[in-house]
């Protein structure tokens, strides 16, 4: 009984001590050189006049840190720790078609002419697109259209 009480109290000891070790790793900044040069990049590509607001490097304990990006303008752009963007959100300001890939931007400037963007997500499988009236479109890795709902 010694044995289990003394292993239980190890426990929440060990756990209590991760938990407060993960919290104070999180750190924030303007500074857009303290992203990866991946994220620099696309920040100057698909909003080169845009200011930064914060960039929160959001550090774990086992893992490389991802980044999370406001814009001045209320642009969220989640990046991952290789400075990739996985998502960008803007509220209800437009987004650039240059985020989309190629084939992507023809087709939707083709059957979606006077639809604004609002939020795009990546991912494995592709491209979710969340569009001003709430209808979602995807995209698949390579550009191809995938439906609409």
Do not use: C
Request: aromatic letters at 8%.
């Amino acid at each position: 009984m010694t044995k289990l009480l003394m292993a239980l109290t190890l426990m929440i000891v060990g756990a209590a001590s991760a938990m407060a070790i993960s919290l104070p790793f999180d750190k924030y900044t303007i500074n857009r050189s303290e992203l990866p040069q991946d994220a620099q990049e696309m920040l100057e590509e698909h909003f080169p006049k845009a200011k930064v607001s914060m960039i929160k490097i959001d550090k774990h304990l086992l893992k490389k840190p991802d980044y999370d990006v406001k814009l001045t303008n209320g642009i969220r752009i989640a990046f991952n720790s290789k400075g990739q963007w996985k998502s960008v959100e803007s509220g209800k300001r437009e987004l650039p078609l240059s985020l989309l890939h190629k084939t992507a931007r023809t087709h939707f400037s083709k059957k979606f002419p006077d639809a604004k963007i609002l939020s795009v997500k990546k991912d494995l499988s592709g491209f979710d697109i969340v569009l001003e009236d709430g209808r979602n479109i995807k995209y698949d890795r390579l550009g191809i259209f995938k439906g609409e709902s």
